[in-house]
């Protein structure tokens, strides 16, 4: 199959990089030179006679930097992807998280006393943003990965879903806010899986856990500032020019989403190879170290098939064990989308009852951070997913069985950062596991958390106003989920160990770098464990 080139613009932009790194210029090393570039950095750098030793020639013009110059123009490279990328796409998720759940606020501020709202329907326009969340994202990646223009696509993307949440604040009937909640599910649904193939398209795989942390960071700082800011409206714009606070609420944080959209579009780079604001050199290691990775370039493959790319997704075992750990973690977390209504069983008013929303989030911040970079560092996997799942399980337990205030309290401020510190390495650990091609991790990512939001359809009845204050149910329902992911964890790390244990005997393993038998673990692709 022919590659796919995402825009003519991106084509001119490529051809300029490959003057410096075209096939007659990627010319092998002597032995000499090879032993001269091995260098120890603690797997900050890899090993470039290493990527000799699997068959890969790097361009002479990283061919020609000694050991200490490669290692300071990729920190130097990293430092700047980072400060580039990183602020905005985080910033551009606190806003996507913040409209989508604020509806959970606006509950404890009379929408659905203003709307008259009955039974389950407040639970059921919840839900319906998860509808058209599961039928979009499986198609809005693939076709990503074909336009290569996520620069342009995700701001797009973003001030579509602003315009909606902000239209939320105009809707009179039950009828009207389920529309509205289902386009928004539709549009939004682009975002999350969309930055995790972005990102996966910068970072190698020991880089990635952490950007995946800092970025899902988003997610959590929404919740914490989601309280604060819903508690101000509350307070002090109630009724102000004829709109109740629950509109004010749509309103302010849908202006502020079209506002920070208009402004990232010229920020948000496209991919290595097309991005302007790098040097020659530094295109040319920013595309040779994803190489170097794993043991191909992320761009030129005869596997670019939007479709193709699905059916090595949908064919592939692992998918499946993944889908299975999602599904666990994402059901458990649905507690956040009802978190205002479980902290308001303490007995505090709607105002403290925000407030007190902001600090599991908070902690959260910091502990999937710290999780994350660890998991990074020590190249872990299962042990950091699997402990965290244990915190959550521990809160779940404490809250289903006691009613008292203190106790209650503490078990939402570690059941929140144990499924999310949880959850962020097993999101890098989709990407770590399904590394090439681009179109099979777009797929896969896209899938998976297509899916596994598919819970947040059923898990918003289990937050109904009867069964507070303890939501035993829900609690319940929660503590299998998590036990499901803990053992899908144990598979697949089984199943991981295995097919490493065959690239260690030289047996071919699809989707893996494979190398000769008795070298493999020196040169070969590993799956992370």
Request: hydrophobic letters at 50%.
């Amino acid at each position: 199959m022919e590659p796919t080139a995402p825009s003519k613009a991106a084509d001119e932009n490529m051809a300029t990089v490959s003057s410096h790194i075209s096939d007659a210029e990627r010319t092998s090393f002597d032995a000499k030179s090879a032993r001269s570039a091995k260098v120890d950095t603690s797997g900050n750098v890899a090993d470039i006679q290493q990527a000799v030793a699997r068959g890969l020639q790097p361009p002479e013009i990283i061919a020609r930097l000694s050991p200490e110059e490669r290692i300071a123009l990729e920190k130097h490279l990293v430092r700047k992807i980072d400060l580039r990328l990183l602020p905005m796409i985080i910033i551009m998720y606190i806003l996507n998280y913040i409209d989508r759940n604020n509806i959970a606020a606006a509950k404890l501020s009379g929408l659905p006393e203003d709307l008259n709202l009955q039974g389950n329907q407040f639970q059921t326009s919840v839900s319906i943003l998860f509808v058209g969340y599961l039928l979009v994202q499986v198609p809005s990646n693939l076709f990503l990965n074909k336009i290569g223009l996520p620069g342009l696509y995700l701001p797009i993307c973003m001030a579509i879903w602003g315009i909606i949440s902000a239209a939320t604040s105009t809707v009179k009937t039950f009828g009207g806010l389920l529309a509205v909640r289902f386009f928004l599910g539709f549009v939004e649904a682009v975002y999350f899986p969309g930055c995790l193939y972005y990102l996966s398209c910068w970072y190698t795989r020991k880089e990635l856990g952490l950007r995946t942390a800092l970025l899902y960071s988003g997610a959590l700082i929404s919740g914490a500032f989601s309280g604060l800011i819903a508690a101000g409206i509350n307070a002090d714009l109630d009724g102000v020019m004829g709109y109740s606070a629950w509109q004010w609420l749509f309103i302010i944080e849908g202006v502020i989403t079209v506002g920070v959209a208009i402004i990232a579009i010229p920020i948000l780079p496209n991919f290595p190879r097309t991005t302007k604001w790098l040097s020659e050199e530094e295109k040319a290691l920013a595309i040779w170290r994803l190489e170097e990775d794993v043991g191909e370039d992320d761009w030129v493959s005869e596997e670019q098939s939007m479709w193709h790319g699905a059916k090595l997704a949908f064919t592939d075992m692992k998918t499946y064990v993944l889908l299975f750990l999602l599904i666990g973690i994402v059901s458990a977390g649905g507690v956040t989308n009802f978190l205002p209504a479980v902290v308001k069983t303490l007995g505090y008013n709607s105002v403290n009852t925000l407030l007190l929303t902001s600090p599991p989030y908070v902690l959260c911040v910091i502990t999937s951070s710290l999780n994350a970079w660890h998991a990074d560092r020590t190249g872990e996997r299962f042990w950091h997913i699997t402990l965290s799942l244990c915190v959550a399980l521990v809160g779940f337990i404490i809250a289903a069985t006691t009613s008292t205030i203190g106790p209650r309290y503490f078990a939402i401020l570690i059941m929140v950062p144990g499924i999310y510190s949880a959850f962020v390495v097993a999101l890098a650990w989709i990407s770590n596991t399904m590394p090439r091609p681009p179109a099979k991790r777009a797929a896969a990512l896209s899938f998976i958390n297509a899916v596994s939001n598919a819970t947040s359809i059923y898990v918003s009845y289990l937050y109904q106003d009867w069964m507070a204050p303890q939501y035993v149910i829900a609690f319940s329902v929660n503590s299998g989920t998590v036990a499901l992911a803990i053992v899908s964890a144990l598979i697949l790390r089984i199943i991981l160990a295995r097919l490493n244990k065959k690239l260690d005997q030289g047996i071919y393993v699809e989707g893996a770098i494979n190398a000769l038998p008795g070298h493999a673990a020196e040169h070969g692709f590993r799956f992370k464990l």
